[in-house]
C-alpha cells in the first residue's frame, strides 16, 4: 500500500496537484478541523470524513494507491493517509491555515443589499 511519503519529485509534485481540491475540501470543514483539534480518534474522524466527503475520500485513496477500494481496504487506507497527514505539524499547519483563509474571504452579505437609504437622482440636485 502507497503512502503520500512514497511520492518523490515529479510524481509527489503531481500527486499533490490531484489531491489539493480535495484535501482542502474535507479540512476546509469546520467540524472536521473541529474532531481533528478535539484529539478524537483517527477512526472518528474517518467516519466523519467518509460520511460527508465520499467522492473526495475516494479521488484521494485512489491517487494514492490505484489499488481498488473495497469494503475492508478503505478504512485501513483512509486512516492510514490520516495517521500521515495528522503527524506532519507543517502539512497540517498549512492546511489549517488555507481553510481559515478560505473562510474569512467568504462576504457576509449580498452586494444589492438595501441599505434603507433612498438612492439620490439628478432630479433631487
Same mark, same amino acid.
Given at each position: 500500500?502507497?503512502? *503520500?511519503?512514497? $511520492? /518523490?519529485? #515529479?510524481?509527489?509534485?503531481? @500527486?499533490?496537484a490531484?489531491?489539493?481540491? %480535495? ?14 483539534r478535539s ?10 470524513? *467518509?460520511?460527508? $466527503? /465520499?467522492? #473526495?475520500?475516494?479521488?484521494? @485513496? ?5 489499488? %481498488? ?8 487506507r483512509?486512516?492510514?493517509?490520516l495517521?500521515?497527514?495528522?503527524e ?13 483563509a ?17 438612492p ?6
Amino acid at each position: 500500500m502507497k503512502k *503520500l511519503s512514497d $511520492y /518523490k519529485g #515529479e510524481a509527489a509534485i503531481e @500527486l499533490w496537484a490531484d489531491l489539493l481540491d %480535495p484535501f482542502v475540501a474535507i479540512v476546509g470543514d469546520k467540524e472536521i478541523i473541529g474532531i481533528i483539534r478535539s484529539g478524537k480518534p483517527k477512526l472518528e474522524l474517518a467516519k466523519e470524513i *467518509l460520511k460527508k $466527503y /465520499k467522492k #473526495e475520500t475516494e479521488q484521494i @485513496l485512489l491517487t494514492v494507491d490505484d489499488t %481498488p477500494l473495497d469494503g475492508f481496504n478503505i478504512m485501513v487506507r483512509l486512516i492510514d493517509i490520516l495517521t500521515e497527514f495528522l503527524e506532519n505539524k507543517t502539512l497540517m499547519s498549512f492546511f489549517e491555515s488555507q481553510a481559515e483563509a478560505k473562510k474569512g474571504r467568504k462576504s457576509s452579505g449580498s452586494a444589492t443589499a438595501n441599505t434603507g437609504e433612498t438612492p439620490s437622482t439628478s432630479s433631487d440636485m
